[in-house]
């Protein structure tokens, strides 16, 4: 069963991809207001050092993801490959 719909993703899943998008969006927000707030055009390195770990985390939750899909796609197509080629053998040694 493939997972293509948010209504099909148990609450891990949607847990992760909530928090990474919240994630993303607070880490860019906290860097615009850091241009904002006085000394006016200067963010500060915490600020910066926040965003990194936002993006970060962002990019692990998403890439990992993606990643073990694609895995899962591909092991379940070699283990569908492989059984068809041992029924075909089987029906043609009988």
């Not at 293509?4 to 148990?10: E, I, M, Q």
């Not at 993303?24 to 500060?44: K, N």
């Not at 390195?45 to 796609?73: C, H, M, N, P, R």
Request: proline share 2%.
């Amino acid at each position: 069963m493939e997972k293509n719909k948010w209504a099909d993703l148990n609450i891990k899943e949607k847990t992760a991809i909530i928090t990474a998008i919240a994630a993303f969006v607070v880490g860019w927000g906290l860097t615009i207001s850091g241009f904002i707030v006085p000394p006016m055009g200067e963010v500060a390195d915490s600020v910066l050092w926040i965003l990194g770990q936002a993006l970060i985390y962002s990019a692990s939750v998403f890439g990992i993801t993606s990643y073990f899909t694609t895995e899962q796609k591909k092991l379940r197509k070699e283990i569908r490959d492989y059984l068809d080629e041992t029924i075909v053998e089987k029906n043609i040694h009988q």
